[in-house]
């Protein structure tokens, strides 16, 4: 109990920061702030600093829709099997937006010092490691997974749609880490889009199939 509630915690600290921080540097903030870059990485869009909130603020209402979403879940008791791997989703996800909201804060003072394309495709594909990593462990639920029409008719279907998919998301979401060092820009953006398009389609297809043959009805 003690771990979990430290994690908890952790994990609130998390979401909170971006608005602590966004709060705190504002007074020194340019009156106008980077808040859009293009598939290159480059800038292309500025806006008043009070812009800066925005970020913040949908990292701390993330976190909190992740946290009460179980809630309205008819098969909310089914988040108690799976409870780590909720938990990570939760984390991993505050963990990103308070990445963002760094490089968007860091960006604001020095507009090119930050190779924003790669942070924010190594960012992502470091959380769709993560999430594979728990996915087969996912139970049946409405809101978390693999929400096909087929793998929510069936159990059967659902587990193994995410057995599939946990390894597609966990290689996909490396594959797309490792991308970002090596490349950037415009070459970046297609590989990762490629990448994720997979990771998306595939278990989808699967789930599809696995119905449509009679396997998993």
Known sequence: MKHKAFWETMLWICAALPLAATAALYPLLPEVIPIHWNASGEIDGWGPRF???ILAAVCLGVSLLLRFLPLLDPKRNSYRQFSRGYFAVRLVCAAFFCLMQGVTLASAFHPAALPIDRLTFGGMGLVFCVMGN???KFKHNYFCGIRTPWSLASEENWWRTHRLAGLFWFWGGLA????AVFLGGTALTLA???VLSVVGLVPVVYSWWLWQTGRTR
Do not use: D, N, R, S
Request: aromatic share 16%.
């Open 134 to 136: 728990f996915m087969p």
């Open 51 to 53: 812009q800066a909130f």
């Open 192 to 194: 990762a889009v490629v």
């Open 176 to 179: 797309i880490a490792v991308l």
